[in-house]
């Protein structure tokens, strides 16, 4: 049976987290990752539209440097007070 974008979405926001600022992941990154978790359950297509989803609500960001990446959205040092 095919995953939800909701349940990839929340699949991928799960790597990002763990990645951390340890590793920048790329959206194809993802993607594999993806297809690599559920097989045949994914595509490229649904993967796209779960990045989607995670930049649209604010869960994660993109940031660019050499290249774009899908990270977690930084706190200022003023905000964590």
């Known amino acids: 049976m095919a995953k939800s974008v909701e349940e990839i979405a929340e699949a991928m926001f799960n790597l990002v987290k763990e990645a ?3 590793k920048k992941l790329k959206p194809m ?3 594999k990752s993806m297809i690599q978790m ?4 994914v595509d490229k297509k649904i993967c796209k539209e779960a990045i989607k989803q995670l930049i649209n ?5 993109y940031t660019y440097f050499g290249g774009s990446f899908i990270e977690l959205p930084h706190r200022e040092g003023a905000a964590n007070d």
């Open 20 to 22: 951390g600022s340890q």
């Open 29 to 31: 990154d993802l993607t």
């Open 57 to 61: 609500s604010g869960r994660c960001v």
């Open 38 to 41: 559920f097989g045949d359950e």
